[in-house]
């Protein structure tokens, strides 16, 4: 007997379904595309329950007549390719025709739609693949509706996660589309409230302001370059504005929002140089040939494969690099004749020379709590002391960060200040209601929040030691260390103390008085792990006189 079977139709549209439509968010995602190839200049998205309720996207693109409107559930029904050439010069988002037969195969969906001067539009209903009624229904454009979304697929409907989780995907997705195509106007509404509203913008920069704000946008530089037929507008951090991780990396490829290591590569070659462990801020909108360019690789399409790899590598790198690079001879030339350390500038261009506090050795006993231990500066962040039998060499950002880090975990000894201007802070929609669903806890580590509406959030009160830090940023990386706080192998406090531990010594450098360094010694005894900042990297390295008897050929005692 043959033990082999070809597989039913509608079992073969569930296998797809799992490869193409993993979450909510993915048939937000392959909706919006959907009418982006429509055409549309305005996409609407209403989103019950993070999207395990209902999902409805309203387009006013091409539409459908009624013989399209049945086939377009079908798997590989598609208007977009029909010869086997057409699969390398792909200009629209979708070209495989199996989204919608994918999502009606595992959901409960609707589609109403009708082209401009057609009698009538049509209404298709479709549960579990199967049609269930067609009717005639007046509309212009398209909408889709999604319910009960993996309601014959429970293995599938058990990997969701929370509703607000869920909501955090979809914010996710529409920004992705929203940025690479900012001449179309989105609007993204969550249980009835409005949560995003871009009208149409006039170049890529607008729509970033749109998203982020104008605050945000003061830390990038545009870039514009073209040659032989490769084009990229992009907009990449200023080299101090980099950040502690990766958030806000965004690549657009012929307007597709892709992953691709090697352009990512490519950007942080441009940076080095600049600080280590670092992360730039990028969008980089790049423009090619899609005949040189496969955008056949993956089902969901977020990757691609370039006919010359090197090619694109090297316009990208070379571009940043070279505009990275005038700017920082720039800051040099100015900073040269002034013979002072330099402090990286926290904002802006212009170098900030710090006069007072120039690399020194300790003088002795003006404190009263403890004898002043004597030490040097080596370097910018090294301080070394001697201490039991032995040296000391202390790394004064990671002892901080250490010392810094307990105190917000416990939650004690956090002074607190109340801004006499509360600061309003805008961010991108997915982490101002990541902030805002957090309240609580960041109130309890010292930072009192409230909500202004509109993605903006004001902050009141703040930790002392973060008086100075770039509050934008730091919300910003506390949305992301909460996303991975997620894990139930990193506790949130743990993660969102250690975000601002860092953020206290993010940028520049900074030269310790000698009672700084005093209590900063005195403190670090005091942590749980004085030897490790928050990140596991050293605080201190010691070499004990024995030690150095080794390293000088000498006999231990
Ligand atoms: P693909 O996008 O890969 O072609 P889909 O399954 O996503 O496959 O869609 C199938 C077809 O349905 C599309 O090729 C298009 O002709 C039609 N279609 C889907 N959504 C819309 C829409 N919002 N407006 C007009 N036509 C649409
Ligand atoms: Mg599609």
Known sequence: MPLIKVLPVQLRNKIAAGEVIERPASVVKELIENSIDAKSTEIGIEILNGGKGLIRVIDNGIGMDREDALLCVERHATSKVSTEKDLFNITTMGFRGEALSSIASVSRMRILTGIKGAESGTFVEVWGG?????????????????????????????????????????????????????EIGFRLTMDHREVM?????????????????????????????????????????????LRNR???????????????????????????????????????????????????????????????????????????????????????????????PVVPASTGDDPVIK??????????????????????YLGESFIAYSCREGLVLLDHHAAHERVLYEHFLRGENVDSFRLLFPRQVRLSA??????????????????EIDDFGYDTIIVRSLPVVLKKADIQALLSEIASAIIDGERPEKPLKESIAAKMACHKSVRGV??????????????????TDPDHCPHGRPTRVFLSINDLRRMF???TR
């Open 355 to 376: 006069e007072d506090k120039p690399f020194f050795v300790s003088e002795k006993g003006e404190f009263g709590f403890r004898p002043s231990i004597p030490f040097i």
């Open 197 to 241: 509203n871009l009208p149409p913008a006039g170049c890529p920069r607008e729509r970033i302001s749109q998203v982020y704000g104008a605050e945000f946008l003061e830390g990038l530089v545009e870039i514009i370059s073209e040659r032989d037929g490769l084009k990229m507008t992009s907009y990449v951090s200023r080299g101090e504005n």
């Open 510 to 527: 900074e030269v310790l008085t000698n009672e700084e360094v005093q209590v900063l010694i005195h403190d670090l005894e005091k942590t």
């Open 553 to 555: 050929g000498r006999p």
């Open 430 to 447: 997915k982490e101002y209601r990541i902030i805002l669903d957090n309240a609580t806890i960041l109130n309890e580590m010292g930072i």
């Open 130 to 182: 199967d049609i269930r009624e067609i009717k005639d229904y007046p509309v212009i454009g398209t909408i889709v509706e999604v319910r009960d979304l993996f309601y014959n697929t429970p293995a599938r409907k058990k990997f969701m996660r929370s509703e607000s989780t869920e909501s955090i995907h979809i914010i996710e997705h529409v920004t992705f589309e929203a940025l690479a195509y900012w």
């Open 246 to 340: 990766k958030s806000h990396q965004f690549i657009f490829i012929n307007k597709r929002p892709v992953k691709d290591p090697s352009i990512t590569h490519a950007i942080y070659q441009s940076y080095e140089g600049h600080q280590k462990d670092k992360h730039p801020i990028f969008f980089l909108y790049l423009s090619i040939n899609p005949l040189e360019v496969d955008v056949n690789v993956h089902p969901t399409k977020r990757e691609v494969r370039f006919s010359d790899k090197d090619r694109i590598y090297r316009f990208v790198r070379d571009n940043i690099r070279d505009f990275l690079i005038i700017r920082r001879e720039e800051v040099r030339t100015i900073v040269g004749n002034a013979g002072a």
